[in-house]
């Protein structure tokens, strides 16, 4: 029995939390065609016959000087450090540059290259890819065509990973999907339809704080507050005459039902703080930017 801990690494976009629900096969985590969608770890179960993969998705590689995204960026680079296999994860398209740059991190750990998003592109485009990549081959064990869509070579690359684990007791009991909490779960999928309703900038001055989720026998009751920096953003979540607030409350309440398996009442609480992405003992004590 085997059961160790792999992180989830690579650029905004890549299709790293896309990765997690794909080997879960359940949705956990925000994914979003948006640049830097994901902004705290989530961890996922996957259990592969008798053994106990640990996935951590992290926040995306890039440069930045707000204090916002370089808390999110040093949280990935500590997840490089805090696990026993890295799976690199870059998209077909995606430039060579990108895993040069993971490189002169000098991870610690051992790492495979997930070569995902192989259902938009033609054999001949992946070969090619394939054939870049081995001229760094001294430093990754293996590199895997991967769809999140189609789910091509799972269990081939679930069977790669698990050789690069110790034989461990579980860490956590096999039949849980995630160790993270409701609460944790729940407001990245209020964010992700925050993400979904609202166009470039406004999600990135918005956060979600979940105050409540308390389950009475056929029900969850969630309460969340929507952060935002100004009041006319404000303005613009809740919409005219709430429209937009409204389906945000509907999509979100849709995911969290789904993966709750229960009704949901959901309520939702428009607040401004001004400047709350500068305000580092605000992200520090609300947000788990760090964790
Ligand atoms: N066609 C296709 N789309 C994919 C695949 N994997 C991910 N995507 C899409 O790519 C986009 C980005 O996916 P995410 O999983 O949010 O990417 P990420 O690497 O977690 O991004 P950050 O959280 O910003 O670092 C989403 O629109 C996904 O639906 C895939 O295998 N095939
Ligand atoms: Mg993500």
Not at 113 to 136: E, G, Q, R, W
Not at 179 to 205: A, G, H, M, T, V
Not at 231 to 256: E, P, Q, V, Y
Request: proline letters at 2%; hydrophobic letters at 40%.
């Amino acid at each position: 029995m085997k059961s160790g801990f792999v992180s989830i690494i690579g650029r905004t976009n890549a299709g790293k939390s896309a990765l997690v629900n794909s080997l879960l096969e359940e949705k956990i985590t925000l994914v979003s065609h948006k640049q830097n969608a994901t902004r705290r770890k989530i961890k996922a179960i996957v259990m592969h016959e008798k053994d106990q993969i640990i996935f951590i998705d992290t926040p995306g590689l890039h440069k930045s000087s707000a204090t916002l995204n370089q808390m999110l960026v040093e949280s990935a680079i500590k997840a490089m450090g805090d696990c026993d296999l890295i799976l690199f994860v870059a998209s077909v398209f995606d430039d060579l540059k990108n895993y040069e740059e993971f490189l002169t991190l000098k991870p610690k750990v051992p790492h495979i290259i997930v070569l995902n998003k192989v259902d938009l592109t033609d054999n001949a485009t992946l070969l090619k890819k394939l054939n870049d990549y081995a001229k760094f081959s001294d430093h990754f064990k293996a590199i895997i065509p991967y769809s999140c869509k189609k789910k091509t070579y799972k269990k081939l690359l679930l069977d790669e990973i698990v050789k690069y684990l110790d034989e461990h007791e579980y860490f956590y009991d096999p039949d849980f999907l995630t160790p993270s909490s409701q609460k944790e779960l729940y407001r990245d999928f209020i964010l992700e339809s925050i993400y979904e309703n609202l166009s470039e900038e406004l999600p990135y001055s918005s956060e979600v704080i979940v105050t409540k989720a308390k389950e009475k026998s056929n029900l969850i009751i969630i309460d969340a507050q929507i952060i935002t920096d100004t009041h006319s953003h404000k303005a613009m979540l809740i919409g005219k005459d709430g429209i937009t607030i409204k389906r945000i409350g509907k999509d979100a309440r849709k995911k969290i039902s789904q993966l709750a398996q229960n009704k949901i009442l959901l309520n939702l609480y428009v607040i401004v703080k001004k400047n709350w992405q500068k305000d580092e003992d605000f992200l520090k004590k609300n947000l788990n930017y760090e964790e």
